[in-house]
C-alpha cells in the first residue's frame, strides 16, 4: 500500500475540470511533442524504457507538457506521486514528505517528487532536497520555465539531468485538439464538432505552442459554435482575434516575408509596417521575422548604412528578452529604421564574386610573403620572406600585393555612392593612390 494520497490515479471524467486537465495522456505513446529526447533512442525515452530514472530538470515555456511528463513517468516507473508547488510549500512541508519517502524506500518503493516551478523555491528550501536525492530516497522531477543555470543552485544541477521542452509546433497543437474533439469519454467528442485543420493550427499559432492556453480556446470556441462543424467567427470570439489566412509552412509564410522583405528595399515603411503588422497577429514566430531583418540589414543595406546591423542585433535581443507583445515594437521599430536607411548590396555582391571566384576558379597557393614562418625551418624555407608590417609605414598603407599572383589588381567589392560608402569609396581611392606611390 502507498504511503501516499497523491499517486497517480486513473483519469477522472468530470466534464467539469478543464479540458486540458482532462486530456492529459494516460500512456508515453500519447504524449504528443518533444522528439528530441522522447523519440525511440533518444536519451529520456532510453532512460524510461530501461526503467534507470535519475532525478530530472524539465525546462521550457508553460503548456509544454513538464507536468504531463513527470506523471506518466512515475506511472511508468510504478513510482508514488508526490506534487509540490514552489509557491504553496515551504521547508517544513518538505521535511514531511522526505521523512515518509525515506520510509517508502525501507518497503521497496520509489517515490517521485515533482516540485512545479522550482526556480520559486529559494536556496534554503532547495537545499532540504539534497540528502534525500543523494541517498536515492526520492527521484526528483522539477519543472521550470527559467534558466535552471540561474534559477536552481548548481547542488542540485549536478545531480539531475536537465532537459529542454521546446513549444509545441501548430500541428502538434492540431493533433492535440483534433484528439480532443472525437474523444467522448474525457474531450468534446459528445458535441459532434469537426474542425478544418487549418483551423486548429491557426489556435496553435495563436497560443504560441502552449497546449493548455490552445485547450481553452477550443473549449471557448466549441460552446459558441453552433452546428457541426467549429467555426472560425466562434475561434475569434474565443481569442478576440481575427483569424487571419497564415500558413507558418505553406505559401502565404514566405508571401508575406517576402513582401517585408521587397518593401523595406524599397524604402517604403509604410508598407513595410503593414505586411510586419499581418505576420504579427498571424502569429508568425518573433525570432524568426528578426532573423530576417537582421538579414536585410545585411543583404540591402550594407555599409551604406554600418549601424544598420547593429539596430537589427539590438532588436533581435529585445524580442528575446522582452517577448510579446513589448519586443514587437522593436521589430516595427528596426523595419522603419532599414527602410529609410540608404541601401546597398555592394557588400552582398562582393562576396557572390569572390565565391564565384574560388568555386570556378584555381585554388592559389598563398603567396610566401604572406605565410607565417612559425619554425626556423620555415623561415628558411621563405616563409615570410618581403612581407612588410603596415603599422610600420605612413598612413598604415604600404605597396605590398595581398592577392595571388594570377588575381593582382582584381576587384572584387566596388562601394556605391550612397550613404557611408560615399565615404569608403573615397577612402578606397586614397588608399590605391598611396599604393600606386
Known amino acids: 500500500m ?37 523519440a525511440p533512442g533518444k536519451p529520456l525515452r532510453a532512460q524510461i524504457d530501461r526503467d534507470e530514472l535519475s532525478s530530472l530538470i524539465f525546462w521550457g515555456p508553460p503548456g509544454v507538457g513538464k507536468t ?38 525501507r518497503f521497496g518503493r520509489r517515490t517521485v517528487v515533482f516540485v512545479d516551478e522550482i526556480h520559486r523555491f529559494n536556496k534554503a528550501q532547495q537545499d532540504a532536497f539534497l540528502p534525500y536525492v543523494e541517498r536515492g530516497d526520492i527521484i526528483l522531477i522539477g519543472a521550470t520555465t527559467e534558466n535552471p543555470s540561474f534559477e536552481v543552485i548548481s547542488a542540485l544541477l549536478s545531480r539531475a539531468k536537465v532537459y529542454s521542452l521546446r513549444p509545441l509546433t501548430p500541428e502538434e497543437v492540431a493533433t492535440l485538439l483534433d484528439r480532443a474533439l472525437k474523444d467522448r469519454e474525457h474531450g468534446l467528442g459528445d458535441r459532434g464538432i469537426d474542425a478544418p485543420a487549418d483551423l486548429l493550427e491557426q489556435i496553435g499559432i495563436y497560443a504560441s505552442g502552449d497546449a493548455r492556453a490552445a485547450y481553452n480556446i477550443l473549449e471557448l470556441a466549441v460552446a459558441a459554435t453552433e452546428g457541426s462543424e467549429l467555426s472560425r467567427q466562434s475561434v475569434e470570439d474565443a481569442t478576440e482575434r481575427k483569424v487571419l489566412l497564415y500558413d507558418k509552412a505553406g505559401e502565404e509564410h514566405f508571401n508575406l516575408i517576402s513582401a517585408l522583405h521587397k518593401s523595406v528595399r524599397s524604402s517604403d515603411p509604410d508598407a513595410a509596417l503593414y505586411w510586419l ?28 548604412e554600418p549601424h544598420a546591423i547593429e539596430q537589427a542585433i539590438a532588436a533581435q535581443q529585445t524580442v528575446h528578452f522582452l517577448g510579446i507583445p513589448e519586443g514587437d515594437q522593436a521589430l516595427a521599430q528596426v523595419a522603419i529604421y532599414l527602410s529609410v536607411a540608404p541601401k546597398s548590396d555592394a557588400a552582398y555582391r562582393a562576396l557572390n564574386a569572390a565565391l564565384a571566384e574560388v568555386r570556378t576558379g584555381i585554388a592559389e597557393p598563398v603567396p610566401m610573403h604572406l605565410r607565417n614562418p612559425a619554425t626556423s625551418a620555415m623561415k628558411g624555407w621563405g616563409y615570410g620572406k618581403g612581407y612588410r608590417h603596415a603599422h610600420e609605414f605612413e598612413d598604415a598603407i604600404t605597396e605590398m600585393e595581398c592577392l595571388p599572383p594570377a588575381l593582382a589588381g582584381r576587384r572584387f567589392y566596388t562601394p556605391t555612392d550612397r550613404g ?6 573615397e577612402r578606397l581611392e586614397e588608399i590605391q593612390k598611396k599604393r600606386g606611390k
Open 420 to 425: 557611408s560608402e560615399r565615404r569608403i569609396g
Open 68 to 105: 504531463t511528463l513527470a506523471r506518466l513517468i512515475a506511472r511508468l516507473s510504478r513510482a508514488d506521486f508526490v506534487p509540490f508547488s514552489a509557491v504553496l510549500s515551504g521547508i517544513k512541508e518538505i521535511k514531511e514528505v522526505m521523512a515518509a519517502a525515506e520510509k517508502n524506500r
Open 2 to 38: 502507498s504511503l501516499f494520497d497523491t499517486s497517480p490515479r486513473e483519469p477522472e471524467t468530470d466534464k467539469k475540470r478543464p479540458l486540458a486537465e482532462r486530456m492529459r495522456p494516460e500512456r508515453l505513446e500519447e504524449f504528443v511533442g518533444q522528439e528530441h529526447i522522447l
Open 277 to 304: 503588422a499581418r505576420m504579427l497577429e498571424a502569429g508568425e514566430d518573433r525570432l524568426y521575422i528578426a532573423r530576417r531583418l537582421v538579414r536585410m540589414a545585411i543583404e540591402d543595406v550594407g555599409l551604406a
